[in-house]
């Protein structure tokens, strides 16, 4: 019975944290007034990235960070991988890549 319990709560987590990508990703892309106003979303031609690595990055890898703010590429590759991270999680697909990817990218935004 306890097996059971584990994997149900397990299972709502995962789900969650999906959802949690999922929605940075939703948000970035369309501005729905969370963290990203409508005017400053990607379909309006803003960069999901440039506020976030322009004003909240500090420490010792600030500079690096600060000189990628904006850059088309790192754009695509941050909203595909907080897609690729919703999607795996909370649709239980690719689950190790999707874990894993996660666990990266929450140190790369640690940093």
């Known amino acids: 019975m306890e097996s ?5 709560v397990l299972g709502i987590l995962r789900i969650s944290m999906g959802f949690i990508f999922l929605w940075a990703f ?10 990203t106003t409508p005017e400053k979303a990607w379909l309006s031609g803003g960069s999901p990235t440039s506020g976030f690595l322009q004003f909240g990055v500090h420490g010792p890898f600030a500079d690096f960070y600060h000189s ?10 941050f909203m595909l991988g907080l897609l ?3 999607i ?3 649709f239980g697909v690719f689950m190790k890549l999707g874990g894993w990817s996660g666990i990266v990218m929450m140190i790369l935004m640690y940093t």
């Open 4 to 8: 059971t319990k584990l994997k149900a």
């Open 26 to 35: 939703f948000d970035k892309l369309m501005g729905l007034g969370y963290a």
């Open 68 to 77: 990628l703010a904006g850059n088309g590429m790192v754009d695509w590759l």
């Open 84 to 86: 690729g991270i919703g």
């Open 88 to 90: 795996s999680l909370t």
